[in-house]
């Protein structure tokens, strides 16, 4: 029995040792990891303010970087770049160019402009000033190859009036306007014609004749237009006004006068070719009109020859 009872103290006693063991290393394990936590903390925290200290040793061989990289820097090469760039833009001309210069700039101009006509058009005087500018412009190189005190101004006027005559333009007050474009925007469906006012040859048309222009009266033919050809719508209207007075008692009278006067000849839903000049001479008793002003698109869908205007000038007289 005494040695089973030692045996349990045994283990009892491994058995506290090895608890104090599992602690002892827990609590290391736990220093440790607070050590670690508080490092990187304050590595961000350092981080986050920029706050980044050197040694004087550090300082010094930065300070030797900078100034061997500006050393090594072509300052010449860099200087001769920015002064072609300047060149090729013509950045600075205008103030390098002389205030007489300048002045005898605009007075010649001025003195071209005022040999136009004062109802020249912008057209006119924007010629008028680039005719000047190539003159000047060729008589300034050929002082350029004289070696005289006038060689360093002559380049520089080629140099203004080649490459920088906007702005020296701008420089001198010479504006001249771009020229406006008053053409109208044609906005009609393509294949339309403009709906427009023909210009009637011959005489006025007398008031009796009640002239209707783009209109196409119905009507019995009292004279047949393929055979009758006048002069003149007045013409067509007069012969009308004559047929009425003319007429024997029982026969139809001339009340409505229909002429074609487009030269290409005037459409018309008939089979024949209408042609310049036909003077239609009608009788209806309550006249009407086949069309006026424009073909419906019912119709010209269903004759495809047919104009977008009518081309036939009309008018009712009294019988």
């Known amino acids: 029995m005494a040695r089973v009872e030692w045996g349990n103290q045994g283990r009892g006693k491994w058995g506290c040792s090895y608890k104090r063991t599992t602690l002892i290393v827990c609590s290391i394990n736990i220093v440790v990891a607070l050590y670690v936590l508080r490092s990187l903390y304050a590595s961000l925290y350092v981080y986050s303010d920029s706050v980044v200290k050197y040694t004087p040793d550090q300082i010094r061989k930065m300070e030797e970087s900078v100034r ?3 050393a090594a820097e072509p300052v010449e090469l860099i200087k001769l770049v920015k002064k072609l760039n300047r060149e090729l833009s013509g950045e ?8 007489h210069f300048k002045q005898k700039i605009t007075d010649e101009i001025l003195q071209r402009l005022k040999t136009l006509s004062p109802t020249a058009n912008i057209s006119e005087q924007r010629e008028v000033v680039e005719i000047w500018r190539k003159e000047k412009l060729n008589e300034s190189k050929l002082l350029t190859i004289d070696s005289t005190a006038k060689q360093e101004e002559a380049e520089m006027l080629v140099r203004a009036l080649e490459s920088n005559w906007a702005e020296l333009s701008e420089e001198i007050g010479l504006w001249i306007p771009d020229e406006i474009d008053n053409s109208e925007h044609d906005d009609k469906p393509e294949g339309e014609e403009e709906l427009e006012d023909p210009i009637l040859p011959g005489r006025p048309l007398p008031p009796e004749c009640h002239a209707e222009l783009h209109t196409d009266y119905a009507g019995a033919a009292v004279r047949w237009g393929l055979t009758h050809h006048k002069e003149s719508a007045a013409d067509c209207c007069q012969a009308c ?9 029982g026969e139809k009278k001339c009340n409505i006068w229909v002429y074609c006067p ?5 459409h018309s839903p008939d089979i024949y070719h209408h042609k310049h000049q036909e003077c239609w001479l009608k009788y209806d ?21 047919a104009p ?6 009309s008018g009712v007289v009294s019988a």
């Not at 600075?92 to 205030?99: A, R, S």
């Not at 006004?241 to 008692?249: F, I, K, Q, S, V």
Request: aromatic letters at 10%; a positive charge.
């Open 68 to 70: 061997i990289r500006r």
């Open 92 to 99: 600075g001309m205008i103030v390098e160019l002389p205030q």
């Open 241 to 249: 006004l004559d047929h009425a007075r003319r007429a024997m008692p």
């Open 262 to 266: 487009t030269e290409d000849g005037c």
């Open 285 to 305: 008793e309550k006249p009407r009109q086949n069309f006026k002003d424009k073909y419906p698109q019912s119709y010209r869908n269903s004759h495809p020859t």
């Open 308 to 313: 977008f205007v009518v081309p036939w000038v």
